[in-house]
């Protein structure tokens, strides 16, 4: 088992800043990649950003250049710093993490808001 809980969700002005971290719980050694996704209203949940146990990086186009993904494996957290935030990427952004194919399921954090007004 394993429990994801994000923070850092807010209300922020076009161009500017959120930092979002996801705290994990648990089976947390058995994580091989964990990261953000997002949902807007009416659209599906995409992939923003994971990151894998070695470090290695795989963003969505529409964030790369603005956005940052980080991971402390001791700390077992890991954030997504939003820079030059827009309208657009307003949306529920969700915690997730990848288990191995012997793991019974991937889990999901419950969400956070991150409200970008223009």
């Known amino acids: 088992q394993v429990q994801l809980v994000e923070s850092g969700g807010g209300l922020v002005q076009a161009g500017g800043s959120l930092r979002l971290s996801c705290a994990a719980s648990?089976?947390?050694?058995?994580?091989?990649?964990i990261g953000w996704y997002r949902q807007a209203p009416g659209k599906q949940r995409e992939l923003i950003a994971v990151?894998?146990?070695?470090?290695?990086?795989n963003y969505a186009d529409s964030v790369k250049g603005r956005f940052t993904i980080s991971r402390d494996n001791a700390k077992n957290t890991v954030d997504l710093q939003m820079n030059s935030l827009k309208p657009e990427d307003t949306a529920v952004y969700y915690c997730?993490?990848?288990?191995?194919?012997?793991?019974?399921?991937?889990?999901w954090g419950q969400g956070t808001q991150v409200t970008v007004s223009s």
């Open positions: 997730y993490a990848k288990m191995p194919a012997w793991a019974p399921r991937d889990y």
């Open positions: 648990g089976s947390t050694f058995s994580i091989s990649v």
């Open positions: 990151i894998s146990s070695g470090g290695s990086t």
